[in-house]
């Protein structure tokens, strides 16, 4: 990732310790409404604590803002926001259409998968849905053949 890199770029210059802090809280979930977030088995602080992400990277330690602290100092500098609700899905995975959740990303987890061996096909109009998705995304089959729906939340279409 980044991190890493940038933590190795510091030893190469000759720091004898790196710690890494970001301004941002960390990204735990893929941002599900434009732009382009890996899967969330992507994201390095998916599922890891600071400890573990700060070994991951090879820093000493990691230390990410606090998501209640960013936005108390948001609402604190433009009283307007006070009754506001922040979209922070990629840091608390809290989505605000609701509609979000395990089979969503299972069945974009799986669709990355397939298209990284590029054997994905999407014009098999009998192939059954993935349950849960946001974006209409196709039918998934491989070669035609369609995995499993009961270990995949998968519904048929009608």
């Given at each position: 990732t980044t991190s890493q890199e940038i933590v190795e770029m510091a030893y190469s210059a000759g720091a004898a310790k790196v710690f890494f802090s970001s301004a941002a809280p960390a990204v735990r979930y893929p941002n599900v409404y434009g732009i382009n977030i890996p899967t969330k088995t992507e994201l390095i602080a998916h599922g890891h604590d600071e400890e573990e992400i700060a070994?991951?990277?090879?820093?000493?330690w990691v230390a990410y803002q606090d998501l209640d602290d960013l936005k108390s100092a948001v609402r604190d500098i433009n009283p307007?926001?006070?009754?506001c609700t922040f979209e922070g899905s990629v840091f608390d995975g809290n989505y605000v259409t609701g509609d979000i959740g395990e089979e969503y990303f299972a069945a974009q987890e799986l669709k990355k998968k397939l298209s990284s061996i590029n054997v994905i096909g999407s014009a098999n109009k009998q192939a059954p849905e993935i349950g849960g998705t946001h974006s209409g995304d196709p039918p998934v089959s491989v070669n035609g053949i369609l995995p499993s729906t009961q270990y995949l939340g998968m519904k048929e279409s009608s």
């Open positions: 070994e991951m990277i090879g820093a000493v307007k926001m006070k009754e």
